[in-house]
């Protein structure tokens, strides 16, 4: 969080991913360890190779920003705050 937050001061604001990857965190923290399971039992697609492979490059991507394709992100996050209770807002 910190490097976001001196990315902020630096640019003036957050790109579209790293908005993404805050609301991400906040819903994986809402739903907990099992986010994973919680995903993959209530949405047919993450329980497939494909959907296992979007939570894989999401969750690498909260450590390295350079990973992660931004509609996978997107995917992912609409799907856990979905299960989170959040409601979603728009992307940009």
């Given at each position: 969080m910190e490097?976001?937050?001196?990315?902020?001061?630096?640019?003036?604001?957050?790109t579209?991913?790293?908005?993404l990857?805050?609301?991400?965190?906040?819903?994986?923290n809402?739903?907990?360890k099992n986010?994973?399971?919680?995903?993959?039992?209530?949405?047919?697609?993450?329980?497939?190779?494909?959907g296992?492979?979007?939570?894989?490059?999401?969750?690498?991507s909260?450590s390295?920003?350079?990973?992660?394709?931004v509609?996978?992100?997107e995917?992912?996050?609409?799907?856990?705050?979905?299960?989170?209770g959040?409601?979603s807002r728009?992307?940009?």
């Open positions: 490097e976001l937050q001196s990315r902020v001061a630096e640019f003036g604001r957050l579209i991913k790293e908005r990857l805050q609301r991400f965190i906040r819903a994986r809402v739903v907990g986010w994973r399971g919680v995903l993959a039992a209530n949405d047919p697609f993450f329980n497939t190779k494909l296992n492979d979007y939570l894989t490059s999401v969750a690498q909260v390295d920003h350079s990973r992660g394709n509609d996978r992100i995917r992912v996050t609409i799907a856990l705050e979905k299960m989170a959040i409601s728009p992307i940009v």
